[in-house]
């Protein structure tokens, strides 16, 4: 058995909960924060045979599109604030597969 963990933006979150729901796939849906950017983003917890990891992973990867986006950050140079937009990439998933020695439910 395998635990996976998908960090999505939260743009995506609620097409993915349907293509679980749609696929027969639990999941636990926990709104978090994204650190780089401090935006929300949703984690979700998903126990799966581990002969179904690779059919998790492509619904996944289906429904979490990476795109782009300007982000305004703030520079100090010299007493001067300077502000300029930069193009980031945002969005996709980050999943982490990881061994389950024990699935109990009650």
Do not use: W
């Not at 709104?31 to 059919?55: C, K, P």
């Amino acid at each position: 058995m395998k635990l996976v963990i998908a960090i999505v933006q939260k743009e995506d979150s609620n097409k993915l909960q349907r293509a679980f729901v749609k696929n027969n796939v639990r999941a636990t849906k926990l709104a978090t924060t994204g650190g780089f950017l401090s935006e929300g983003n949703t984690t979700f917890l998903i126990g799966t045979e581990d002969d179904h990891v690779e059919d998790v992973l492509n619904i996944i990867k289906g429904q979490s599109k990476a795109r782009e986006e300007f982000a305004q950050p703030s520079m100090v140079t010299t007493g001067y604030e300077i502000s300029q937009p930069v193009k980031i990439t945002v969005g996709g998933a980050t999943c982490f597969v990881v061994p389950v020695d024990e699935f109990k439910q009650f």
